[in-house]
C-alpha cells in the first residue's frame, strides 16, 4: 500500500463529507486484530429453515427489506478502454463491492435494502459510508475498522468492456469484520438476505458471514447467494472452488454467470441444460443463469427457460451482473409468489436484464446503476 501513497493519480471527483460530519460514526467503529490466514478450511454447511409456507418459502414478515452482506471498496477505473493498467493514462474512482452494488441498485429502483460489512476508518471509507446514504442505503450494520485499509481494486477495461482486476487488500477491512459485530437484528427484519463468496475466503469475516446465514436461515429469511467468482483472491482454484460450493446447498436464490458454471463444472458446458440442472439442489427455489447481452436463463422445480437481453453498447461491464441482481431481488421482496407463475417471473427477469445493459453504458458499478423510470423506459423502448 506505501507504493500506492506515493503515486499520484489523477481522479473523478466524487464529493466528500466533512469529518466533523461523519465524526459521529466513529462511536460505532470496533477494532480488530489486524491479521487473517492465508488459507482456510471451509466446510460445508447445513441450516434448519422454518416451516415453509404454500409458496416454498419460509413463513415469514411483511418487510420487503434487502440485507446485502459482504465487501464494500473502491474501483479505479482507466478513463481510456482497451489499455493495460500501467499503460493507463488516468483513473476514475468509483465505489464498487458486489454486495454494496446490489444495495444500492436496490435503493435506486425504489426498494428497500441495507449493506453490512466493513471499511477502513479512512477517507475512502468515510466517502462509501456517505453514498450509502446518499442513496438510501439503510447503513447501520456497517463497521469501521482504525487499524485497515478500505479495499482497493484496479479495473482493466477491454476494447469489448469486459474487464480485469488487481487488487489491493493485505488485508483490507473488509476481511476483517466480526461476527460480534453483527447487526442480527437487522439481518432478522430482512425479507431477504444476498452475498457472495468473497466473504468466506479469510477469517474472522468468513466465520462472521456463516454466523450472519444461519441467523437469517433461523429468521425465515430467503439466502440469496452470488458467487462473484475473483481468481486472484482465492488461495488457489481448488480452494475457490471449495469455498464456493461450501455454502450452495443452504441458498433458495443462486445468480451464476457461464464462466462460473464451467469453473465449478470443471469445464463441463455451461449451455447444457442437464449441466446446470446437476448444480440444483433440493432447497433452490431459483437458480439464474446470466450470459451478458444474450439475457438470461432460469431454472425452478416446476419449469425453465430462457429471457432475451437489451442489446447496447458496452463501455464498462462492472457491476452488471449485480445490477442484474438488485433488478430480480427488488421485485421477489415484494412478492415472492413471482416464483409460482413462470409469466410474472419472466416479466421480472426482462425488467432485470435491463437493469443489467443500462449498467454498461456508464464507467464504474454504483455511478451506472439505473433508475425504475430508465429501466421502465428502455424496456418500452426495446418493445417500440
Not at 303 to 311: P, T
Not at 326 to 332: D, F, K, N, V, Y
Amino acid at each position: 500500500m506505501a507504493a500506492l501513497h506515493s503515486t499520484a493519480f489523477r481522479l473523478g471527483s466524487v464529493a466528500l463529507s466533512s469529518r466533523q460530519e461523519l465524526s459521529f460514526r466513529r462511536g460505532n467503529v470496533k477494532a480488530s486484530a489486524f491479521s487473517c490466514p492465508s488459507s482456510v478450511s471451509i466446510p460445508r454447511l447445513s441450516f434448519q429453515s422454518k416451516a415453509l409456507g404454500g409458496d416454498g418459502f419460509p413463513e415469514t414478515k411483511d418487510s420487503s427489506l434487502v440485507v446485502c452482506f459482504g465487501e464494500m471498496l473502491i474501483d479505479f477505473v482507466p478513463t481510456i478502454s482497451g489499455l493495460s493498467l500501467a499503460d493507463a493514462p488516468a483513473f476514475k474512482k468509483a465505489p464498487g463491492g458486489a454486495p454494496a452494488n446490489v444495495a444500492v441498485g436496490i435503493a435506486r429502483l425504489g426498494g428497500s435494502s441495507a449493506f453490512i460489512g466493513k471499511v477502513g476508518e479512512d477517507e475512502f471509507g468515510y466517502m462509501l459510508a456517505e453514498i450509502l446514504k446518499e442513496n438510501n442505503v439503510n447503513s447501520e450494520g456497517m463497521r469501521f475498522d482504525p487499524g485497515a485499509r478500505t479495499a482497493l481494486a484496479f479495473v482493466t477495461l477491454r476494447s469489448d468492456g469486459e474487464r480485469e482486476f488487481m487488487f489491493y487488500r493485505n488485508p483490507s477491512a473488509d476481511m476483517l469484520l466480526q461476527e460480534a459485530e453483527l447487526d442480527l437484528d437487522l439481518i432478522r427484519k430482512a425479507k431477504i438476505l444476498h452475498y457472495g463468496s468473497i466473504s468466506l475466503i479469510t477469517e474472522p469475516c468468513k466465520s462472521a458471514h456463516i454466523a450472519a446465514a444461519k441467523a437469517a436461515k433461523n429468521a425465515g429469511v430467503v439466502l440469496s447467494y452470488d458467487p462473484n467468482l475473483r481468481l486472484p483472491l482465492w488461495p488457489s482454484a481448488e480452494s475457490a472452488r471449495e469455498g464456493i460450493l461450501s455454502i450452495w446447498d443452504t441458498a433458495d436464490i443462486i445468480k451464476i454467470s457461464e464462466e462460473e458454471i464451467s469453473f465449478l463444472t470443471k469445464g463441463e458446458d455451461p449451455y447444457d441444460d442437464a449441466v446446470v440442472r446437476k448444480l440444483c439442489h433440493p432447497n433452490h427455489k431459483l437458480l439464474l443463469v446470466t450470459e451478458g447481452p444474450e439475457g438470461c436463463r432460469y431454472y425452478t422445480k416446476e419449469f425453465n427457460g430462457r429471457v432475451k437481453g437489451l442489446k447496447v453498447d458496452a463501455v464498462d461491464t462492472t457491476g452488471a451482473g449485480d445490477a442484474f441482481v438488485a433488478g430480480i431481488l427488488s421485485q421477489l421482496a415484494k412478492d415472492l409468489s413471482l416464483l409460482q407463475n413462470e409469466d410474472r417471473l419472466r416479466e421480472a427477469l426482462m425488467f432485470a436484464n435491463a437493469c443489467g445493459a443500462l449498467t454498461v453504458k456508464g464507467r464504474g458499478a454504483i455511478p451506472a446503476l439505473p433508475t425504475r423510470e430508465a429501466v421502465h423506459n428502455a424496456i418500452l423502448h426495446s418493445v417500440g
